[in-house]
Every structure is written in C-alpha cells, then in structure tokens.
C-alpha cells in the first residue's frame, strides 16, 4: 500500500519558518512535489524534485523554500523561509511514478499570520 505523509504545518509569523516533511511507504517515485491549496485557490505546483536531484520552483518561492529528498529514507523536505501571509495554505505532497501514476498525501496547514 502506498501512503504519502506530510507533518510539520502550524502557525508561524511572518518571516519566519518551517520545515515540511513527507514520509513515502509502498513506492519510490521518480518526481516527488510539493503543492499547495488556498482557500478559494486552485492547487498550485511549488517545488518539485527527481531521483537524481534536478529541482523547479514556483517563481513565487524562489530563494525562500528549498526542497529536497533523503532517497535512503524515502523522505521529502520543503525547508520554507520568510513566510509570508501569502504562504498561507494547505500544503500537498505528491509522488509521480515512472509509470504516470501519481499519489497524493493528506495534507498540512500552513498558516503564516501575525
């Protein structure tokens, strides 16, 4: 079975950061991502990563968030920096087979509010 888990959401100020996680069982993915969902919003595409590490990001995050993956553990990062209201959002993991199959994780909040 295969199960995506994202932790690491919460309320933060502005400037300030968090870490996100996404914990992969059942599959190894050859292009993991991060997406994220205002209210009132389409899901939007943040960062995304492959096997061998070639990264895109959102011109909107660019220099703030970095992703990365630890492939030993089958772990995903987004480390987020100077957060800003805008931020603020449901935040997805997602995980594309070789295939074309792709699975998504629950989802964590991510509020950025003084």
């Known amino acids: 079975q295969v199960q995506l888990v994202e932790s690491g959401g919460g309320l933060v100020q502005p400037g300030g950061s968090l870490r996100l996680t996404c914990a992969v069982s059942?599959?190894?993915?050859?292009?993991m991502s991060w997406h994220r969902q205002a209210p009132g919003k389409q899901r939007e595409l943040v960062a995304s990563?492959?096997?061998?590490?070639?990264?895109n990001y959102a011109d909107s995050v660019k220099g703030r968030f970095t992703i990365s993956r630890d492939s030993a553990k089958n772990i995903m990062y987004l480390q987020m920096n100077n957060l800003q209201p805008e931020d603020t959002a449901v935040y997805y993991c997602k995980g594309t087979s070789y295939s074309g199959s792709m699975y998504w994780g629950q989802g964590t909040q991510v509020t950025v509010s003084s």
């Open positions: 059942g599959r190894i993915f050859g292009i």
């Open positions: 990563i492959t096997t061998i590490g070639p990264t």
